[in-house]
């Protein structure tokens, strides 16, 4: 069973930055991919970034696309995300997600969380 705990969320200001991490724990196959997902109140629950370490493919929404980042330390086995210049909307609750083999195919925006067999339980974002 894979475990997944995410912390670093905070409040910051609007052009602040901050760095989520993931813990993995547990068996994860040789092929799998990461992702983060975010929901915001009163919206449904959007992929905001993945990372397959196979190939080192990486994607993002095009709202976070040049400004968020996802990095692995397989070693430590943390999924990070660098948020920069953060803005009001970006506030959500951000969820770490894990799923074998590939990433779900097509374009992130419409990944859901349920296409992950693993997910975390969600570290706030808030940004003012």
């Known amino acids: 069973q894979v475990q997944l705990v995410e912390s670093g969320g905070g409040s910051v200001q609007a052009g602040g930055s901050l760095r989520l991490s993931c813990a993995v724990s547990?068996?994860?196959?040789?092929?799998?991919?990461m992702g983060w997902f975010r929901q915001a109140p009163g919206k449904e629950r959007e992929g905001v970034a993945a990372?397959?370490?196979?190939?080192?493919?990486?994607y993002y929404a095009v709202s976070v696309k040049g400004r968020f980042a996802i990095s692995q330390d397989s070693a430590k086995r943390i999924m990070y995300l660098r948020m920069t210049n953060l803005r009001p909307e970006d506030t959500a609750m951000y969820y770490c997600?894990?799923?074998?083999?590939?990433?779900?195919?097509?374009?992130?925006?419409?990944?859901?969380?349920?296409?992950?067999?693993?997910r975390g339980q969600g570290t706030q974002v808030t940004v003012s």
């Open positions: 997600a894990a799923r074998f083999i590939f990433c779900p195919g097509g374009n992130i925006a419409t990944w859901t969380s349920s296409d992950f067999g693993f």
């Open positions: 547990g068996y994860i196959a040789s092929r799998y991919c």
């Open positions: 990372f397959l370490p196979s190939d080192g493919s990486t």
